[in-house]
C-alpha cells in the first residue's frame, strides 16, 4: 500500500522481419509502458513508421470529422462489429460523400436563414413607423433620418437649427422618422449637423424594398419559414443518417487509432535496416506472461530480456534483474544487439506508477493525484488519507441525517458517471457520510435532533445520554475536543514526519534526514508532550488549564518533553542554519495548533444545526439544582460519557418541544428559550418547514465547503509538506481496449 507496484524494465530486440508480430504481441497484452529511444545506442537511430501510416492518420482524421458533422457520440454505439479494410476504403467513402452533401446543404440553408433574419430586423423598425419604404429616400431637396430617440429631443434641436427651414418627425413605439428641407437646398449635411449631440441611433433605408415595411417585414417572415421547414428535413435527415452510421464509425474510428498506434510506434524503437531494439516498463508480475506471448508469436526470432527490476531508492533504478538463458547465438537477436552492444537508454526514463491499493483505499487515490502522482520512489499517502480524512469529516459534522445523504449523494457519483476521477471521489464521500453517520450515532443526533439518545442510547442500552456530546450544553466537551484536536494533530504530523524520514534517508541519506524530518519532529512531540504534561503548572505559565487538565501527563513526561524539543531545536538548526531556527516555532507548535479548527468546525455546525431547530421547534432548559425541578423529580445527575472514562455532572438540560407547544412548559423549574415557528400558527408552520428545509440544507452544503476544506486542507497544508513531492508517471502501456470492434 505505501510502495507501488513493482515495475521491471524490459527490453525485445529481433530483426526487423519480425518487428509486426512483436508490436502485434505487446499491443494485445496491454502491459508495456514504452520508453522513447533516445540515440544512444551506437548504429540505431529512431525507427520509422510502418507502412501505411499516412493512409490510416488520413482516414482517423476523416472518420473524426464525420463524427463532428454528424454528432455522433458514444450513446449512438450499436453491437461490437468487425471493421474490414475494405469497409474502409468502400462504405467509409460513401458515407463521406454523402455526409459532406448533407452539410453542405445545411450550410447553405443555415447561410440563408441568417440573411433572412438580419434583412427582417433590418426593416422591422420600419413597419414600426408606419411609413412605405419609397417615401423615405430618393429626395433631391428633402431630407430623411430614421432611427431610435426622443422625438421631442430631436424636435427640439431640429427647431433651433439656423440650417433648417421646415421639418416635420413621424413616431411610431420604438422608432423616430424625421424629414428636413434644409434652408440652403445644396445644404446635404443640414440633418446630419442638427442631429449632432442628439441621443439618435440612425437606422440605414434597405435599399432593395419598395412595398410597405408590414407586407415586407410578413414576405420575408413566410420566407423564413420555409428555409426553416427545410432546415428541419435535413436536420432530420441527418438524424437518420447518423443513427444509420453512426456504429460503424465507432468503430471505424477505433480500428483506425488501433492501426495508427501500431504502425507509428516504431518512432520509440531502436532501428538499423535489420534490427530494432524496444523497451519499457511492465509490473514485474507480468513478466512472465510477456515473455511467453512475445515468444509465441515470433519463438527465436526475438529476444525477450529483463534489463532490471526497480527498486525503490531515488539514486537509481535498482539492481539487475537475475540474467536468463537467453540464446544470444540466435542470429536475429545478434543481429538485434549488433554483436552484443548494451541498449542503454536514457537515465530519466524513470518506472511509471502504479498506485497499489486495496479497493477500499483506491478511491482516496483521487485526493492524492489533486496534488500529483507520488513518484515510484516516494512513499503513497494514500492509505493515510483514507484513515483520517473520513474520520476528521465525520468527527466534525457528527449527524446520523447527514451522513445518510452524504453517502446517498457519493453512491449517486460513484454509479452514475463514466468518469473515473468522479468515480472516484464519489467513494470517497461514501466513507465520509459512513463516519459522518457513525459519529452521529455516538453524538446521539439525526438532523441536530437527539433522537437517537432518546430512543436508542436511553432506553435501549441504558444510559443516561449518548456516549459523545459536541460542547454546545455540555462546556466540557468543547475543551475536551480543543484538546483532542491538539493529539489529533500531533499523530497526524508525526506520521507525515516519519514518511519524510524515509523518503530523505533514501534521496539524502540518513544524517540529512536526522537533522530535518527527525528534528522538527522531535521539536514538535517534546513541545506537545510538555503542552499535555503537569510540569510547571503550580506557577501557572503560558498554556490554557484545559490541556494539561484533560490529558494530565506527570511532571515528568514535561520534562523529558522539552528535552526532546531542546535536541530536535539543535538538530534543525544544524541541518537547516538560521533559517531553521527561525522556523522553530511553526514546526513545535504552529502546524499542530492548526489542528484546532477541527473542533471549531464541529462546534460552529452543531450551533448552525442548533439554531435552525430552535427557530423551527423552540426549546426549553431545566435547571436540575432549583428547588422547584427537584421536587417534580428532576435532580443533577453523572452522565458517564466516553463509556465510563468522562464522568460529567449535568446541571441543566435543554430540550426540543417537538410534540408540545411552549404552553406545557410555562412552569417555575423550566425556562422556555423560544416558542417555535410550528407552534405559532399556520403560518409558522409553514415558515417552519421552509427554515427546516432551507436551514438544514445550508448546514448540508456548508459541511462539503467547511468541513470538507478544512480536512483536506490538514491533508494538503500541514500533512503532505512534511514529505511529499509529487511527480510520478502515470503508466500509459501500449494497447487499446476495445469497446466497438472485435477480431472474432
Same mark, same amino acid.
Request: net charge negative.
Given at each position: 500500500?505505501?510502495?507501488?507496484?513493482?515495475? !521491471?524494465?524490459?527490453?525485445?530486440?529481433?530483426?526487423?522481419?519480425?518487428?509486426?508480430?512483436? +508490436?502485434?504481441?505487446?499491443?494485445?497484452?496491454?502491459?508495456?509502458?514504452?520508453?522513447?529511444?533516445?540515440?544512444?545506442?551506437?548504429?540505431?537511430? *529512431?525507427?520509422?513508421?510502418?507502412?501505411?501510416?499516412?493512409?490510416?492518420?488520413?482516414?482517423?482524421?476523416?472518420?473524426?470529422?464525420?463524427?463532428?458533422?454528424?454528432?455522433?457520440?458514444?450513446?449512438?454505439?450499436?453491437?461490437?462489429?468487425?471493421?474490414?479494410?475494405?469497409?474502409?476504403?468502400?462504405?467509409?467513402?460513401?458515407?463521406?460523400?454523402?455526409?459532406?452533401?448533407?452539410?453542405?446543404?445545411?450550410?447553405?440553408?443555415?447561410? =440563408?436563414?441568417? =440573411? /433572412?433574419?438580419?434583412?427582417?430586423?433590418? /426593416?422591422?423598425?420600419?413597419?414600426?413607423?408606419?411609413?412605405?419604404?419609397?417615401? %423615405?429616400?430618393?429626395?433631391?431637396?428633402?431630407?430623411?433620418?430614421?432611427?431610435?430617440?426622443?422625438?421631442?429631443?430631436?424636435?427640439?434641436?431640429?427647431?433651433?437649427? !439656423?440650417?433648417?427651414?421646415?421639418?416635420? @418627425?413621424?413616431?411610431?413605439?420604438?422608432?423616430?422618422?424625421?424629414?428636413?428641407?434644409?434652408?440652403?437646398?445644396?445644404?446635404?449635411?443640414?440633418?446630419?449637423?442638427?442631429?449632432?449631440?442628439?441621443?439618435?441611433?440612425?437606422?440605414?433605408?434597405?435599399?432593395?424594398?419598395?412595398?410597405?415595411?408590414?407586407?415586407?417585414?410578413?414576405?420575408?417572415?413566410?420566407?423564413?419559414? #420555409?428555409?426553416?421547414?427545410?432546415?428541419?428535413?435535413? =436536420?432530420?435527415?441527418?438524424?437518420?443518417?447518423?443513427?444509420?452510421?453512426?456504429?460503424?464509425?465507432?468503430?471505424?474510428?477505433?480500428?483506425?487509432?488501433?492501426?495508427?498506434?501500431?504502425?507509428?510506434?516504431?518512432?520509440?524503437?531502436?532501428?538499423?535496416?535489420?534490427?530494432?531494439?524496444?523497451?519499457?516498463?511492465?509490473? @514485474?508480475?507480468?513478466?512472465?506472461?510477456?515473455?511467453?506471448?512475445?515468444?509465441?508469436?515470433?519463438?527465436?526470432?526475438?529476444?525477450?530480456?529483463?534489463?532490471?527490476?526497480?527498486?525503490?531508492?531515488?539514486?537509481?533504478?535498482?539492481?539487475?534483474?537475475?540474467?536468463? =538463458?537467453?540464446?544470444?547465438?540466435?542470429?536475429?537477436?545478434?543481429?538485434?544487439?549488433?554483436?552484443?552492444? *548494451?541498449?542503454?537508454?536514457?537515465?530519466?526514463?524513470?518506472?511509471?506508477?502504479?498506485?497499489?491499493?486495496?479497493?477500499?483505499?483506491?478511491?482516496?487515490?483521487?485526493?492524492?493525484?489533486?496534488? *500529483?502522482?507520488?513518484?515510484?520512489?516516494?512513499?503513497?499517502?494514500?492509505?493515510?488519507?483514507?484513515?483520517?480524512?473520513?474520520?476528521?469529516?465525520?468527527?466534525?459534522?457528527?449527524?446520523?441525517?447527514?451522513?445518510?445523504?452524504?453517502?446517498?449523494?457519493?453512491?449517486?457519483?460513484?454509479? !452514475?458517471?463514466?468518469?473515473?476521477?468522479?468515480?472516484?471521489?464519489?467513494?470517497?464521500?461514501?466513507?465520509?457520510?459512513?463516519? @459522518?453517520?457513525?459519529?452521529?450515532?455516538?453524538?446521539?443526533?439525526?438532523?441536530?435532533?437527539?433522537?437517537?439518545?432518546?430512543?436508542?442510547?436511553?432506553?435501549?442500552?441504558?444510559?443516561?445520554?449518548?456516549?459523545?456530546?459536541?460542547?454546545?450544553?455540555?462546556?466540557?466537551?468543547?475543551?475536551?475536543?480543543?484538546?483532542?484536536?491538539?493529539?489529533?494533530?500531533?499523530?497526524?504530523? @508525526? +506520521?507525515g514526519y516519519v514518511f519524510g524520514f524515509v523518503n530523505e534517508s533514501r534521496s539524502h541519506g540518513v544524517q540529512t534526514a536526522v537533522t530535518e524530518s527527525g528534528g522538527q519532529m522531535l521539536l514538535m512531540l517534546g513541545v506537545g508532550l510538555w503542552l499535555f504534561s503537569t510540569h510547571g503548572q503550580s506557577g501557572g505559565g503560558p498554556r490554557p488549564e484545559l490541556l494539561y487538565s484533560v490529558v494530565e501527563l506527570p511532571a515528568i513526561v514535561g520534562i523529558v518533553g522539552l528535552v526532546a524539543a531542546l535536541a530536535g531545536l539543535v538538530l534543525v538548526t544544524i541541518g537547516e542554519g538560521a533559517a531553521g531556527f527561525?522556523?522553530?516555532?511553526?514546526?513545535?507548535? /504552529?502546524?499542530?495548533?492548526?489542528? #484546532?479548527?477541527?473542533?471549531?468546525?464541529?462546534?460552529?455546525?452543531?450551533?448552525?444545526?442548533?439554531?435552525?431547530?430552535?427557530?423551527?421547534?423552540?426549546?426549553?432548559?431545566?435547571?436540575?439544582?432549583?428547588?422547584?425541578?427537584?421536587?417534580?423529580?428532576?435532580?443533577?445527575?453523572?452522565?458517564?460519557?466516553?463509556?465510563?472514562?468522562?464522568?460529567?455532572?449535568?446541571?441543566?438540560?435543554?430540550?426540543?418541544?417537538?410534540?408540545?407547544?411552549?404552553?406545557?412548559?410555562?412552569?417555575?423549574?423550566?425556562?422556555? %428559550?423560544?416558542?417555535?415557528?410550528?407552534?405559532?400558527?399556520?403560518?409558522?408552520?409553514?415558515?417552519?418547514?421552509?427554515?427546516?428545509?432551507?436551514?438544514?440544507?445550508?448546514?448540508?452544503?456548508?459541511?462539503? #465547503?467547511?468541513?470538507?476544506?478544512?480536512?483536506?486542507?490538514?491533508?494538503?497544508?500541514?500533512?503532505?509538506?512534511?514529505?511529499?513531492?509529487?511527480?510520478?508517471?502515470?503508466?500509459?502501456?501500449?494497447?487499446?481496449?476495445?469497446?466497438?470492434?472485435?477480431?472474432?
Amino acid at each position: 500500500m505505501l510502495r507501488p507496484e513493482q515495475m !521491471s524494465k524490459v527490453s525485445v530486440a529481433g530483426s526487423q522481419r519480425v518487428l509486426g508480430d512483436v +508490436i502485434e504481441a505487446i499491443h494485445d497484452l496491454e502491459l508495456v509502458h514504452l520508453s522513447d529511444y533516445d540515440g544512444n545506442i551506437e548504429g540505431f537511430d *529512431n525507427g520509422d513508421p510502418m507502412a501505411g501510416a499516412d493512409e490510416a492518420a488520413e482516414k482517423l482524421v476523416t472518420v473524426r470529422s464525420l463524427k463532428s458533422i454528424l454528432d455522433v457520440s458514444e450513446a449512438d454505439a450499436g453491437p461490437t462489429r468487425i471493421v474490414t479494410d475494405e469497409a474502409l476504403e468502400t462504405e467509409l467513402e460513401e458515407i463521406r460523400v454523402e455526409a459532406n452533401e448533407l452539410d453542405d446543404r445545411r450550410s447553405e440553408l443555415e447561410d =440563408d436563414l441568417r =440573411d /433572412v433574419e438580419e434583412r427582417i430586423e433590418a /426593416v422591422e423598425p420600419f413597419a414600426d413607423l408606419g411609413i412605405d419604404l419609397d417615401l %423615405l429616400r430618393g429626395y433631391e431637396s428633402l431630407q430623411v433620418a430614421v432611427g431610435e430617440g426622443e422625438e421631442d429631443a430631436v424636435g427640439r434641436a431640429l427647431r433651433e437649427s !439656423s440650417r433648417v427651414a421646415a421639418f416635420e @418627425t413621424f413616431a411610431g413605439d420604438d422608432t423616430l422618422g424625421a424629414f428636413v428641407y434644409p434652408k440652403d437646398g445644396d445644404d446635404d449635411a443640414a440633418l446630419d449637423d442638427a442631429l449632432v449631440g442628439v441621443d439618435f441611433t440612425r437606422i440605414e433605408v434597405p435599399e432593395d424594398a419598395e412595398a410597405s415595411p408590414g407586407e415586407y417585414v410578413a414576405k420575408l417572415r413566410d420566407e423564413r419559414n #420555409t428555409v426553416e421547414t427545410k432546415l428541419e428535413r435535413v =436536420d432530420a435527415e441527418l438524424a437518420e443518417f447518423r443513427q444509420e452510421h453512426a456504429g460503424f464509425l465507432l468503430a471505424a474510428e477505433e480500428k483506425l487509432a488501433i492501426d495508427v498506434q501500431k504502425v507509428e510506434v516504431p518512432l520509440q524503437f531502436a532501428s538499423t535496416d535489420r534490427a530494432f531494439v524496444a523497451e519499457g516498463w511492465i509490473p @514485474t508480475d507480468e513478466y512472465d506472461a510477456f515473455d511467453e506471448s512475445v515468444r509465441a508469436a515470433v519463438g527465436e526470432h526475438a529476444a525477450v530480456e529483463e534489463l532490471e527490476r526497480a527498486d525503490y531508492e531515488p539514486s537509481g533504478h535498482g539492481h539487475q534483474a537475475p540474467a536468463e =538463458d537467453h540464446d544470444d547465438t540466435h542470429a536475429d537477436a545478434a543481429a538485434a544487439t549488433d554483436g552484443g552492444t *548494451n541498449a542503454e537508454f536514457d537515465e530519466s526514463d524513470s518506472p511509471p506508477v502504479v498506485q497499489d491499493n486495496p479497493g477500499p483505499v483506491s478511491p482516496f487515490e483521487s485526493l492524492t493525484e489533486v496534488i *500529483n502522482r507520488p513518484k515510484y520512489t516516494e512513499l503513497d499517502p494514500t492509505v493515510v488519507l483514507f484513515l483520517t480524512f473520513p474520520a476528521f469529516y465525520g468527527f466534525m459534522i457528527g449527524d446520523l441525517g447527514y451522513g445518510i445523504l452524504y453517502t446517498a449523494l457519493g453512491f449517486w457519483l460513484y454509479s !452514475s458517471f463514466d468518469s473515473e476521477m468522479i468515480s472516484k471521489l464519489g467513494g470517497v464521500a461514501m466513507w465520509a457520510g459512513g463516519f @459522518t453517520a457513525l459519529f452521529g450515532v455516538l453524538y446521539g443526533e439525526i438532523f441536530g435532533l437527539h433522537l437517537i439518545t432518546n430512543y436508542v442510547w436511553e432506553p435501549v442500552v441504558g444510559l443516561a445520554d449518548a456516549p459523545l456530546k459536541k460542547g454546545l450544553h455540555v462546556g466540557a466537551f468543547a475543551e475536551l475536543w480543543l484538546a483532542a484536536s491538539l493529539v489529533y494533530g500531533i499523530a497526524h504530523l @508525526t +506520521i507525515g514526519y516519519v514518511f519524510g524520514f524515509v523518503n530523505e534517508s533514501r534521496s539524502h541519506g540518513v544524517q540529512t534526514a536526522v537533522t530535518e524530518s527527525g528534528g522538527q519532529m522531535l521539536l514538535m512531540l517534546g513541545v506537545g508532550l510538555w503542552l499535555f504534561s503537569t510540569h510547571g503548572q503550580s506557577g501557572g505559565g503560558p498554556r490554557p488549564e484545559l490541556l494539561y487538565s484533560v490529558v494530565e501527563l506527570p511532571a515528568i513526561v514535561g520534562i523529558v518533553g522539552l528535552v526532546a524539543a531542546l535536541a530536535g531545536l539543535v538538530l534543525v538548526t544544524i541541518g537547516e542554519g538560521a533559517a531553521g531556527f527561525l522556523e522553530s516555532p511553526t514546526y513545535a507548535l /504552529v502546524n499542530t495548533v492548526s489542528y #484546532t479548527r477541527i473542533a471549531a468546525v464541529l462546534l460552529a455546525k452543531a450551533g448552525m444545526a442548533y439554531v435552525v431547530n430552535l427557530l423551527v421547534f423552540g426549546a426549553y432548559d431545566v435547571d436540575l439544582t432549583s428547588e422547584a425541578a427537584q421536587a417534580h423529580g428532576y435532580e443533577p445527575y453523572t452522565a458517564n460519557y466516553l463509556f465510563g472514562l468522562f464522568p460529567t455532572e449535568i446541571h441543566h438540560e435543554t430540550h426540543f418541544m417537538l410534540f408540545s407547544g411552549p404552553g406545557k412548559y410555562q412552569a417555575e423549574y423550566y425556562s422556555v %428559550l423560544f416558542d417555535g415557528l410550528i407552534h405559532m400558527g399556520w403560518g409558522g408552520v409553514i415558515a417552519g418547514v421552509l427554515v427546516l428545509v432551507v436551514g438544514h440544507a445550508l448546514v448540508l452544503g456548508l459541511g462539503v #465547503t467547511s468541513a470538507g476544506l478544512q480536512a483536506l486542507r490538514l491533508e494538503y497544508v500541514e500533512f503532505f509538506n512534511k514529505f511529499y513531492e509529487g511527480g510520478g508517471e502515470k503508466y500509459n502501456p501500449f494497447g487499446y481496449t476495445r469497446n466497438y470492434t472485435t477480431e472474432d
